[in-house]
């Protein structure tokens, strides 16, 4: 069994595009004036989404018991940044054209992928879970851990051979009031050819009776989850518990990340750690591999792989270290 950690990286390799973490306010304001991206650029004078959301966390905190209307404000401008980001990640979706314009990808989830294997996956879109619900390796039965959505015939289909434990959220998930508790929320996944062309062809079901919203967590240093959310990140220990390989792709493992973390602790910490290996795919490869080298301090440089340069080029290299 291994254990993918699924980052940004990897869709802008598909979608040359996309943004990056640190581009994410210049991509969702898109020259939009009096629009909540740019009150954050203003407002904190940075371009980065994240020390952005940061500093408008701690404002919305101190600002709640001095000043209410201030508070109010701050906190609609942080739900619209939310939507815009929803919006925005929604148009990037894996397509049949997508995978057949592009071979090595293709080649990436055949050879990459098992049975039983898991991945943790940073990114908001569904492009990765997509690509692999057109070849036939993740169906709605366990492809996104313990949920279920309540329209689906879970007997149409067999077992997810690969789960995707999206732990920031995404753009098929919903939050929605309970039907019998209303002031309570949970979370589920729309089911919907949009994101899965294979198994959801023709077919649309939604969650929460058109009274849900998207739900993801808006990239801030500080993450507040879900109980759904942080069902899924104990499942991703458990992963990282049962893996005998932590396969990194397109994710620079960022150290304000803290569950990340966590999660390379637990891959490492276990007593049989030296059978283990850690590859990375990134264009920063050797970087990030030299971060965890000096954080675990125990020499590891012989279960470290780095594997850097471009996707289209690692795919090879990467599916052989796999296989060793």
Not at 110 to 124: H, I, P, R, W
Not at 168 to 176: K, L, N, Q
Not at 198 to 226: C, D, E, Q, R, W
Not at 291 to 303: A, L, T
Request: proline fraction near 4%.
């Amino acid at each position: 069994m291994n254990l993918f950690i699924i980052g940004a990286g990897f869709t802008k390799s598909l979608f040359p595009e996309a943004p990056l973490n640190n581009e994410l306010l210049g991509a969702i304001d898109n020259g939009k004036t009096e629009c909540a991206s740019q009150y954050l650029k203003e407002r904190y004078q940075t371009d980065d989404i994240e020390i952005a959301l940061t500093k408008l966390d701690a404002d919305i905190a101190t600002s709640y018991y001095s000043d209410r209307t201030l508070n109010d404000e701050l906190q609609e401008i942080r739900r619209k940044i939310e939507i815009d980001l929803g919006n925005y990640f929604l148009e990037f979706r894996a397509t049949y054209d997508l995978l057949d314009n592009a071979a090595w990808f293709k080649n990436f989830l055949y050879c990459a992928f098992s049975d039983g294997d898991v991945a943790v996956s940073l990114n908001y879109d569904c492009v990765f879970e997509g690509a692999l619900d057109c070849i036939g390796k993740w169906s709605p039965k366990g492809g996104y851990g313990f949920f279920q959505n309540p329209l689906i015939d879970d007997s149409a289909f067999g077992k997810s051979p690969v789960t995707v434990l999206k732990i920031h959220g995404s753009t098929s998930f919903t939050i929605a009031p309970y039907a019998d508790k209303p002031h309570c929320n949970s979370v589920d996944f729309a089911f919907d050819e949009w994101y899965f062309p294979n198994s959801a062809k023709n077919t649309h079901f939604g969650y929460g009776l058109g009274k849900g919203k998207t739900y993801l967590i808006a990239p801030s240093y500080v993450k507040v989850p879900t109980v759904e959310m942080t069902y899924l990140m104990l499942d991703a220990l458990k992963a990282a518990y049962e893996s005998s390989r932590l396969i990194i792709v397109g994710c620079s493992l960022r150290p304000e990340d803290l569950f990340l973390t966590l999660l390379l602790t637990h891959f490492l910490r276990q007593p049989q750690w030296q059978t283990r290996k850690i590859i990375i795919m990134d264009i920063n490869a050797d970087s990030i591999a030299s971060r965890i080298k000096n954080f675990w301090g125990v020499n590891i440089e012989e279960y470290v792989v780095p594997i850097g340069g471009s996707f289209e080029k690692s795919i090879e290299e990467l599916c052989d270290g796999i296989k060793k």
